[in-house]
T-cell receptor, first 112, second 114 residues
Framework: SQELEQSPQSLIVQEGKNLTINCTSS?????LYWYKQKYGEGLIFLMM?????EEKSHEKITAKLDEKKQQSSLHITASQPSHAGIYLC????????????FGKGTSLLVTP | DTEVTQTPKHLVMGMTNKKSLKCEQH?????MYWYKQKAKKPPELMFV???????INESVPSRFSPECPNSSLLNLHLHALQPEDSALYLC?????????????FGPGTRLTVL
């Protein structure tokens, strides 16, 4: 199965600071998804990346997929308390793409 | 309507009870999923339905029984559960199965088995 490693495991940043979360795969990614989850709640879809070198942005969040399609990063600019939560990267499982295999998540806390 | 709804939000049940979780979407998606998420762990796939047919059962014990009555509705019937089955149960849907189909998740049902 495809293993996804996320780093760091947890992150505490001061409001206004930038931060980066990484997601690394042991195999080439067919598709890479970023989700955000508040504790005990459902997952909110952020972005999907498909092509090597692809970069997408939404508001203050930017996600990139490297050329080899084995590593993705999520960058938050000028963090706010509303960015707090757990960030999960997910990848299509194999060619059939039936479901998502998730990394263990990165817990983000933004302090005033 | 661009959301996945799940009911109930919370459920507490005994090991001899029978209960059901319900998931609904009206986005015209033809693929629906059940995931189980334990505390501080990522979601783990349980079942996949594609065009109302069960496509994948990830070796889930028979005390969990999924049902897809129509393209908008997905149920998870629970019977004789164990305390270790306590978790957040997430439902998701996508346009179809296959690569590069983002999944939309519901808010989850928090299940506690006593």
């Amino acid at each position: 199965s495809q293993e996804l490693e996320q780093s760091p495991q947890s992150l505490i940043v001061q409001e206004g600071k930038n931060l980066t979360i990484n997601c690394t795969s042991s195999k080439t990614l067919y598709g890479l998804y970023w989700y955000k989850q508040k504790y005990g709640e459902g997952l909110i879809f952020l972005m999907m990346l498909q092509k090597g070198g692809e970069e997408k942005s939404h508001e203050k969040i930017t996600a990139k997929l490297d050329e080899k399609k084995q590593q993705s990063s999520l960058h938050i600019t000028a963090s706010q308390p509303s960015h707090a939560g757990i960030y999960l990267c997910g990848a299509d499982i194999g060619i059939s793409g039936y479901a998502l295999n998730f990394g263990k998540g990165t817990s983000l806390l933004v302090t005033p | 309507d661009t959301e996945v709804t799940q009911t109930p939000k919370h459920l507490v049940m005994g090991m001899t009870n029978k209960k059901s979780l319900k998931c609904e979407q009206h986005m015209g998606h033809r693929a629906m999923y059940w995931y189980k998420q334990k505390a501080k762990k990522p979601p783990e796939l349980m079942f996949v339905y594609s065009y109302e047919k069960l496509s994948i059962n990830e070796s889930v014990p028979s005390r969990f029984s999924p049902e897809c009555p129509n393209s908008s509705l997905l149920n998870l019937h629970l019977h004789a559960l164990q305390p270790e089955d306590s978790a957040l149960y997430l439902c998701a849907s996508s346009v179809r199965t296959g690569l590069n189909n983002e999944q939309f998740f519901g808010p989850g049902t928090r299940l506690t088995v006593l």
